[in-house]
């Protein structure tokens, strides 16, 4: 079955460094990999999408890197701040777009 | 509506009680997701329902869960005889088509004691 791995560590880093969460998947590669952020006692909310056929998505200060060989994403947010703590999750939709296989989330302190 | 809307919000219900949690999707958004999500863990799919096709079931952990969906908007997961492995937040979704960009709710927080 499909397997995705996140850091279940919390990620601490300082303000103004940039965060980089990993997100690792086993078996077949998806056709989109997404990103949400989850705050406590919240619905995941949406960050963005990266296909199968791009390599690098940016927005604003978030940037997602897709490699189907290491079958790997990177999530990285630039010039963190204090607002940007909290859980990250990542996705997976092949092409069957029925269901989304999410990760268990990493959770990231950004401290002032 | 202006986002996904569940309700209740919060339940607690004793074991062996049937639950019925109810979600309204984004206005004329076709596809629907239903999600549930155990404390520190990631989300698990429970079910699909896209526009008037046959919905997507396999998620559904036993048949004590249903889930139907009316006139291809509100939608209702029951649970039956409800047991403590059951609670859990559930959680909404709908988007306007597959693989498009999802809009979750904010979940009902169920409790089986």
């Known amino acids: 079955s499909q397997k995705i791995e996140q850091n279940s560590e919390a990620l601490n880093i300082q303000e103004g460094k940039t965060a980089t969460l990993t997100c690792n998947y086993t078996?077949?590669?998806?056709?989109?990999l997404q990103w949400y952020r989850q705050d406590p006692g919240r619905g995941p909310v949406f960050l963005l999408l990266?296909?199968?056929?791009?390599k690098e998505k940016r927005k604003e200060r978030l940037k997602v890197t897709f490699d189907t060989t290491l079958k790997q994403s990177l999530f990285h947010i630039t010039a963190s701040q204090p607002a940007d703590s909290a859980t990250y999750l990542c996705?997976?939709?092949?092409?069957?777009?029925?269901?989304?296989?999410f990760g268990s989330g990493t959770k990231l302190n950004v401290k002032p | 509506g202006a986002g996904v809307s569940q309700s209740p919000s919060n339940k607690v219900t004793e074991k062996g009680k049937d639950v019925e949690l109810r979600c309204d999707p984004i206005?004329?958004?076709?596809?629907l997701y239903w999600y549930r999500q155990s404390l520190g863990q990631g989300l698990e799919f429970l079910i699909y329902f896209q526009g008037n096709s046959a919905p997507d079931k396999s998620g559904l952990p036993s048949d004590r869960f249903s889930a139907e969906r009316t006139g291809g908007s509100v939608s209702t997961l029951t649970i039956q005889r409800t047991q403590q492995e059951d609670s859990a937040v559930y959680l909404c979704a709908s988007t306007a088509f597959s693989g498009n960009t999802i809009y979750f709710g904010e979940g009902s927080w169920l409790t089986v004691v």
């Open positions: 078996n077949y590669s998806p056709a989109y």
């Open positions: 990266i296909r199968e056929n791009e």
């Open positions: 206005s004329g958004h076709t596809a």
């Open positions: 996705a997976l939709a092949f092409d069957n777009f029925n269901k989304f296989y």
